[in-house]
């Protein structure tokens, strides 16, 4: 890795080459200065900027819900075009072993309500992987639908789904790809909305399909169904909403395949652990818009355990803190509890208010949101309400403890291996 000069260009000789006892000067009076600030004007400064940042936070939780309301509680009907104007179509399916309701997830691809013509290309490195037969059971059972299943790995990074998917983009034989993870169920009718967004659009390059956790079992599951159809999923759709940069998930993505090779084909993407979002990053600065549908990428829970949720939660944030670090480090404040307690504080602080009763009505109130936010963006009820908000309390309060954990961390292990983590958002294989 590349060693970066950290001096800045806009010094002058005379600043680099002054005396350490006027260095010492300006060090003790810039303190005097910051010392007399925060004793006189910190604590209220800090209090109104809480309370800007709840009042921020407030306001992408209602964006949500009213980007929830008008892309997902009612659903865009198909464009009127014929069918000639839609496209061919590449569907890259990587596998690795067999999911849990495998045979569901995959058929969601050939029962796709396409006008166009569409392939599927399922990518696998072992040929006695047993997710195979389950392919070519639904390859007879669609004989009309062109499928076929590619076998071997090609070396091009750590990653080890970009080294599975390769071949499959070097074979596939449209421009327009969508690449959906194994694991991922979607609705006859996501294809089909997503191409419309790109034809209605010519400048939008990536539509991607928010992942939403469904069917959970064990005590891990519930937590991420909580934190996914919850937390994340509304932060998702906001920021997405709001549109001030690149934010998506690599479980279900079209794009072209002509503006991935501009930004430097799929392999390039292999050094990263978090290929998706240097691929989202790349084409967004490419000029790329990104759209989404009102689908969702419905995943079937598949963590065993509390502690597997843990390690999954450490995992993904300590790889995000290199790869998108601001957003990151400012993740604490969008956790009810954290950013209540602030808030608590704060109103105390400049109105004298309660800080228990803020508190509650602020913890209350977010509470609300999220389970009417998981309410209309399923559809339905889940299984237990009962478990649902307990799952929701125990993910709420372990948030700021599995972000610290990851911060403090550089090394991840994926698949049985393990990973170091660099600043410049690249890793390396440990032994």
């Known amino acids: 890795m590349s060693t970066h000069n950290l001096t800045s260009a806009g010094l002058s000789d005379s600043a680099s080459h002054s005396s350490p006892y006027a260095a010492t000067a300006q060090a003790s009076l810039l303190w005097k200065v910051a010392d007399l ?42 464009a009127d075009r014929p069918p000639s104007d839609y496209p061919p179509v590449s569907i890259i399916r990587p596998l690795k072993g067999v999911d849990r309701h495998m045979r569901r997830t995959l058929e969601s691809s050939f029962s796709q309500q396409y006008p166009g013509p569409f392939e599927i290309v399922f990518a696998v490195e072992d040929p006695s992987d047993p997710a195979i037969a389950v392919v070519n059971e639904l390859i007879q059972r669609y004989p009309k639908v062109p499928a076929r299943v590619l076998v071997g790995r090609d070396n091009v990074g750590i990653n080890p789904k970009v080294n599975n998917m390769v071949k499959a983009f070097a074979q596939a034989q449209n421009d327009l790809l969508w690449i959906c993870d194994s694991n991922v169920y979607t609705d006859c009718g996501t294809l089909r909305r997503s191409v419309d967004l790109m034809l209605d659009d010519r400048r939008v ?14 005590i891990g599951a519930m937590l991420d169904n909580a934190f996914l159809a919850t937390n994340h999923c509304r932060m998702y759709l906001a ?10 998930m690599g479980k279900s993505n079209l794009y072209y395949k002509s503006a991935l090779d501009r930004v430097g084909g799929l392999a390039s993407f292999g050094q990263y652990l978090a290929e998706d979002n240097m691929i989202g990053q790349a084409l967004w600065h490419s000029g790329w818009k ?17 502690a597997e949720y843990c390690r999954r939660r450490i995992r993904w944030v300590r790889v995000r803190k290199y790869n998108v670090t601001a957003a ?43 389970m009417l ?51 410049n958002g690249t890793v390396e294989t440990l032994k």
């Open 290 to 306: 990104h759209a989404m549908t009102g689908d969702l990428a419905r995943q079937p829970t598949d963590i065993d355990s509390f």
């Open 239 to 248: 920021i997405n909403a709001v549109g001030v940069a690149s934010c998506l």
């Open 205 to 218: 390059g990536v539509v991607h399909h928010v992942v939403f956790s469904e069917s959970p079992d064990t």
């Open 37 to 78: 600030f925060l004793q006189y004007n910190g604590p209220q400064l800090a209090a109104y900027v809480v309370l800007v940042v709840a009042a921020f936070q407030w306001f992408l939780i209602f964006a949500s819900h009213y980007v929830l309301q008008k892309r997902y509680v009612t659903k865009r009907p198909f």
């Open 373 to 423: 936010f998981f309410y209309r963006i399923n559809s339905r009820s889940p299984p237990s309400w009962l478990w649902f908000v307990f799952s929701w309390l125990c993910r709420e309060v372990l948030a700021l403890p599995l972000w610290t954990a990851a911060i403090v961390g550089n090394t991840v292990v994926w698949r049985g291996q393990k990973f170091k983590l660099h600043i």
């Open 328 to 370: 990151t480090l400012y993740e604490p404040f969008t956790e009810s509890i954290v950013l209540g307690l602030l808030t608590a504080w704060a109103l105390r602080h400049l109105y004298a208010f309660d800080m228990t009763t803020s508190f509650a009505t602020f913890f209350l109130c977010w509470f609300a949101m999220d």
